[in-house]
Every structure is written in C-alpha cells, then in structure tokens.
C-alpha cells in the first residue's frame, strides 16, 4: 500500500512561486510514475503534470507548461511541483498521484490508484 502526503500549499499573491512536495511511503516508490492533479471548486479534477519512475520523462497541461516543473527525488520518495508565476486560475486544491509500479505515465486520473488528501493553493490578483 502507498500512502501519499502533500505539503508546500498556501495563500500568495498573482505572480508569485510556491513548491508543493508530496512524500511517499513504500519500497516501490523509485519504480511508480506520479502525477499532479489539482480540482477548483465547481469544476472537475484536471491534469497538472507526470513524471516518469526514473525523472526522465515529464508531461505538462498546456495551461501550466513553461511555469510548472515537476521533479522527484527517489532517495526521498518525494516528487515535487516548482510553481512560478502563479495565476488566479491555477486556485485550486492539489493533489498527488502515484501509479502502480513498472507502468508508463498517464495524464488520466482513473489510472492512478494511489491519491493524497490535497493541499490548497489560493492565488489572489
């Protein structure tokens, strides 16, 4: 069983920077491909960003390519979401994903069993 846990959310100001960090428990961490998902209020959960089990690969959303960078540190079993020049509309709760280990990444939510309890991210204009 993998337990995920985000952290790094809070209240800033349009234009600003925030890391969000997701720790995980379990050994199979460094094989499971993660992703950021993030849901505002009266909309549906949307795709954020993936990385690949080794970091070698990442996928972004349109809406956040060129500001967001996801990373992770499998020494850590951490994965990590650099947010730069943050917008009103990047307002939402954000969560963390994992995939089973040894499958490829995914930017659909129904292929990630493993989901953390959310951090709110609020970006004020």
């Known amino acids: 069983q993998v337990q995920l846990v985000e952290s790094g959310g809070g209240l800033v100001q349009a234009g600003d920077s925030l890391r969000l960090s997701c720790a995980a428990s379990?050994?199979?961490?460094?094989?499971?491909?993660m992703g950021w998902f993030r849901q505002a209020p009266g909309k549906e959960r949307e795709f954020v960003a993936a990385?690949?089990?080794?970091?070698?690969?990442?996928y972004y959303a349109d809406s956040v390519k060129g500001r967001f960078t996801i990373s992770r540190d499998n020494a850590k079993n951490t994965v990590y979401l650099q947010m730069n020049s943050l917008k009103p509309e990047d307002t939402a709760v954000y969560y963390c994903?994992?995939?089973?280990?040894?499958?490829?990444?995914?930017?659909?939510?129904?292929?990630?069993?493993?989901w953390g309890q959310g951090t709110q991210v609020t970006v004020s204009s």
């Open positions: 994903a994992a995939r089973q280990a040894f499958t490829g990444s995914s930017y659909q939510s129904y292929e990630y069993p493993y």
């Open positions: 379990g050994r199979t961490f460094s094989r499971q491909p």
């Open positions: 990385i690949s089990w080794s970091g070698g690969s990442t």
